[in-house]
């Protein structure tokens, strides 16, 4: 029960960011409103700016800059979102993920094609 409690440290508080981008980009509209891309975008852009650790904030920001974010629609979100994963993944040393919409479902919406997860 030791560390259930304590306070996020950059690791799971990445894993349950990532968990939450993810997951709300997976069931984001295929066609959104105006009103839910504009909120889309305003959650985009205020991780550089709360987000609670600084050097991930700064170089998501930097990030971010070179590749504006496309909250066109679910797919092309879901694929922005993964590649600025990926960029942190390659920073990190850690493996990139395969961006197609068929991958990014298993992980985040549908579970794996095997049933494993349902
Ligand atoms: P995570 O990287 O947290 O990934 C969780 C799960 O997501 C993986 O198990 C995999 O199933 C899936 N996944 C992996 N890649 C992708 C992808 N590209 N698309 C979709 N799903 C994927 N940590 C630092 O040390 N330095 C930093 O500068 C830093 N910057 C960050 C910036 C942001 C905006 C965020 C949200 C997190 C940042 N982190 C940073 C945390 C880091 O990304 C990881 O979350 C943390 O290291 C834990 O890694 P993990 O191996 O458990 O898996």
Redesign the pocket.
């Known amino acids: 029960a030791a560390r259930r409690d304590c306070p996020p440290d ?6 349950a ?3 939450f ?2 997951t709300t980009a997976a069931y984001y509209p295929e066609r959104p409103t105006a009103r839910q891309r504009a909120h889309m975008l305003s959650l985009i852009h205020a ?1 550089p700016v709360l ?1 609670p ?1 600084s ?6 920001d930097e990030d971010v800059k070179g590749n504006p974010p496309d909250v066109s629609s679910r797919g092309a979100l ?1 694929r922005w ?6 960029a ?2 390659e ?2 040393g ?4 395969d ?1 197609a919409i068929e ?2 479902d298993a ?2 919406k549908d579970g794996p094609a095997d049933g494993s997860c349902d």
Not at 94 to 97: A, D, E, L, Q, S
Request: contains cysteine; glycine residues 4%.
């Open positions: 950059v690791e799971s508080l990445g894993r960011t990532w968990s981008l993810h991780l987000y650790c050097h991930c904030a700064g170089d998501f879901s979102l993964c590649e600025r994963h990926n942190v993944n920073k990190l850690k493996t990139r993920f961006c991958s990014t992980r985040w």
